[in-house]
């Protein structure tokens, strides 16, 4: 038997016990003594091969035991490594599948023409922004640039399209109010019809935050 089968071996176990945990498991001690400290140190050590230590920055320091030779460090690195970007990859995937329900369902509530590419470039960039609110500091300068990047068309092209966009949802809204229209879509314009572009972003950003938080709020 090869080194790389017995890791890919060791590799499997790691990831079958992973899956076998229980998931946020939290363990708190309290150690009143440095023999205290060393003797549940020596345990970790003896049962795990390694832990982690978190520093006030919130970063994790994974120490790992090399009292039993450089295989089993070797093992225990790949093991923690693979555990850690597992865990990252999943939590990632699931941030974004639940943003893009949040921006679909406040979305959804007016009667935009889902058929134009403003409407693709205007969810990118509410999602982009919801990961990091720095990007509507201002918009022009920055959030236009990262989502003409995704659909490869220019900043100016990209706001373009956004803006029409509005101005479309804002003459289907000018016709419903017209000609009494009952429909089960909120109004996104005011009676004068003015949706300027990085308002109307913001405005939609802001009902997106409020959403989630009153979303986490519930789940709690």
């Known amino acids: 038997m090869t080194n790389q089968t017995v890791i890919a071996a060791d590799l499997q176990s790691a990831y079958e ?5 229980p998931q946020q498991e939290v363990g708190v001690y309290l150690i009143s003594s440095n023999r205290e400290l060393l003797n549940h140190v020596e345990k970790l050590m003896n049962s795990h091969g390694a832990f982690g230590v978190m520093d006030s920055y919130g970063r994790v320091h994974y120490v790992l035991d090399a009292r039993k030779g450089m295989p089993f460090v070797e093992n225990k690195f ?15 995937v699931n941030y974004q599948l ?7 369902r406040v979305l959804n509530r007016y009667d935009f ?16 922004s919801l990961k990091d609110y720095s990007l509507l500091n201002p918009i022009s300068k920055r ?5 003409a990047e995704v659909f490869r068309v220019t900043p100016t092209q990209a706001e373009r399209n956004v803006r029409y966009l509005f101005q479309n949802l804002s003459q289907r809204e000018e016709a419903a109010r017209k000609n009494g229209t009952v429909t089960n879509r909120a109004y996104l314009s005011p009676p004068d ?3 300027p572009v990085a308002e109307t972003v913001v405005r ?3 009902i997106c935050r409020l959403e989630e938080n009153n979303d986490m709020t519930g789940a709690r």
């Open 143 to 147: 959030l236009y640039r990262k989502v």
């Open 113 to 128: 023409n889902q058929n134009l590419r403003g409407y693709r470039v205007l969810s990118t960039m509410l999602e982009m």
């Open 98 to 104: 639940e943003t893009q329900k949040l921006v679909n």
């Open 193 to 195: 019809g003015r949706l």
């Open 17 to 21: 016990y992973h899956l076998r945990r």
């Open 204 to 206: 939609l950003w802001d």
């Open 78 to 92: 790949y093991e923690t490594v693979s555990t850690l970007l597992e865990d990252h990859s999943g939590e990632q």
